[in-house]
């Protein structure tokens, strides 16, 4: 009995995956936008000490790996540097900077703001808790900076921004929703001169660690929820999804990987990333 009723229960869980894939935004440009053109090296150098600094100082594994923040601990002094920050980035006009210096100043700057907000609202359980309406799931469609003229939601830097101008979908690994089923909060701001090697190394560590890939206890294969809501970035179809995966997998979930056919379950944990909440 318990066979059939997983067996019925499967497609509703697809289905449910699916409808949250439907409410994000497509991957569309800004209309006009100008946010997206490149400079010729060397471009401008940005300074992100002290993003680098805050996160050094707040940011730390717990014991199953997960990046936490430590964020009842931050300090009105750094609180103030971090606006300080975040106010330096806006003042920058994004078409000075080099293709890999813009890469990772949006990604920066979307992971600096995302944890602005949740100081902001804090203590919170989640960051689906910070809402804007009684249809409100978040904070993604709240208009919070201006850069080159332009006033943009968080939902704008990641899908009319990164996503459609740099067909890397090794974003995915980069930018941090401040959730435990994220991809990891860097512990140092990104930066040009190693975001290819900082890229490989999220992607990697995302995927052999079980919020990203895993088996449940009969053998089923549960992936991150990342895998169908940006299915399009990592390829046409699931099982293109599934190629990626396996690329990147250490040897012995490469095997386990190649003995599927097909995804169990996608799951997301969207509890706060909250270093007093950590084991």
């Known amino acids: ?43 401008k ?45 806006q003042a920058i006009d994004p078409a000075t900077l080099t293709r890999d210096q813009q890469l990772a100043y949006w990604i920066n700057l979307y ?6 907000v949740v100081l902001e609202n804090y203590p919170v359980a989640s960051i689906r808790d910070i809402k804007d309406g009684p249809l409100s799931i978040g904070p993604w469609n709240r208009p919070l900076v201006q850069v080159a003229g332009e006033t943009l939601t968080l939902n704008d830097i990641e899908h009319r921004i990164i996503r459609p101008t740099f067909n890397e979908p090794r974003i995915h690994y980069a930018l941090n929703c401040a959730a435990v089923g994220c991809p990891n909060l860097m512990g140092r701001a990104w930066q040009a001169e190693t975001l290819e090697r900082d890229l490989a190394a999220a992607e990697r560590a995302y995927i052999n660690d079980p919020r990203g890939v895993r088996f449940d206890e009969r053998g089923g294969l549960i992936l991150s929820k990342i895998y169908i809501w940006f299915r399009e970035d990592f390829g046409p179809n699931e099982q293109a999804v599934l190629s990626h995966i396996q690329w990147v997998a250490e ?24 270093a007093a909440s950590g084991s």
């Open 45 to 89: 150098q940005v300074d992100h000490r002290d993003w680098s600094a805050f996160l050094s100082r707040y940011v730390a594994p717990d014991a199953q790996g997960v990046n936490r923040v430590a964020y009842g601990q931050v300090s009105q002094a750094d609180r103030a540097r971090l606006d300080e920050y975040l106010a330096d980035l």
């Open 111 to 116: 992971n600096a703001v995302t944890v602005e």
């Open 251 to 274: 040897p012995e979930l490469r095997a386990r990987l190649q003995e599927v056919q097909r995804v169990k379950a996608y799951k997301y944990d969207w509890a706060l990333n909250d």
């Open 1 to 43: 009995m318990r066979k059939y009723l997983i067996l019925f229960l499967l497609p509703l869980l697809a289905a449910c995956a699916s409808v949250e894939r439907l409410a994000l935004p497509a991957p569309e440009a800004l209309p006009g936008q100008t946010l997206t053109s490149y400079a010729p090296p060397p471009g």
